[in-house]
């Protein structure tokens, strides 16, 4: 089965640090996502790639920018990280309008 | 907009019982695909359903089926016989099969299955 891998499950960072946040998967997807949860907003999307160096901003793109410099790894970037910015962030991946396969999400902390 | 509605936050079942879980949505495209994801306390999204919108017989997984009505924008996901491995967070979403393939997710419904 498809494998979604993000870099950490659990980080704490300090406000103003540079993060980054690692997607790899193993399937040749062509698109990739980075989404953020919150308890009763569900999921939204932070930006996705449909091909290598190509990115499309999702609802709430602000404060965030994206890499995709290879097809299997999609990085998400808090350029000046904020307290605001504590969330869960979960990568996934498909292939065309089929299903979409999940990282096991990073719970992110700002402080 | 697209949108995805779940009005119900929370719900809970006992254990054997059935439940259904409400969706509604909004879009004025034609063709796209509609999702139950399933989110059990682990964190790992896991696809429960899935109905392409051109098809008008239901969709059934098992234990799980859906009662996809296109003109009303309604999706709703039915689970008979819960069992306590049902716990777990319940996300709508819906992807249109033209442009750039981008998900769109509910808000989410908690679901307690009780012992």
């Known amino acids: 089965d498809v494998k979604v891998t993000q870099s950490s499950r659990y980080l704490v960072k300090r406000t103003g640090e540079k993060v980054f946040l690692e997607c790899v998967q193993d399937?040749?997807?062509?698109?990739m996502f980075w989404y953020r949860q919150d308890p009763g907003l569900g999921l939204r999307l932070i930006y996705f790639?449909?091909?290598?160096?190509?990115?499309e901003k999702g609802d709430i793109p602000e404060g965030y920018s994206v890499s995709r410099e290879k097809k299997e790894r999609f990085s998400l970037i808090l350029e000046s990280a904020s307290t605001n910015q504590t969330s869960m962030y979960l990568c996934?991946?498909?292939?065309?309008?089929?299903?979409?396969?999940f990282g096991q999400g990073t719970r992110l902390t700002v402080v | 907009a697209q949108t995805v509605t779940q009005s119900q936050p929370e719900m809970s079942v006992q254990e054997a019982e059935t439940v259904t879980l409400s969706c509604t949505y909004d879009?004025?495209?034609?063709?796209?695909?509609l999702f139950w994801y399933k989110q059990p306390p682990s964190r790992q999204m896991i696809l429960v359903i899935r109905?392409?919108?051109?098809?008008?017989q239901n969709a059934t997984e098992n234990r799980f089926s859906v009662n996809f009505q296109k003109a009303a924008k309604s999706f709703s996901l039915k689970i008979s016989d819960s069992q306590l491995g049902d716990t777990a967070m319940y996300f709508c979403a819906f992807i249109f099969t033209s442009g750039t393939y981008k998900y769109i997710f509910g808000t989410g419904t908690r679901l307690k299955v009780l012992a």
């Open positions: 879009t004025s495209e034609s063709n796209y695909y």
């Open positions: 790639s449909y091909d290598v160096k190509m990115k």
């Open positions: 109905q392409e919108a051109y098809k008008q």
């Open positions: 996934a991946s498909s292939l065309g309008a089929a299903k979409a396969f």
């Open positions: 399937m040749d997807h062509e698109n």
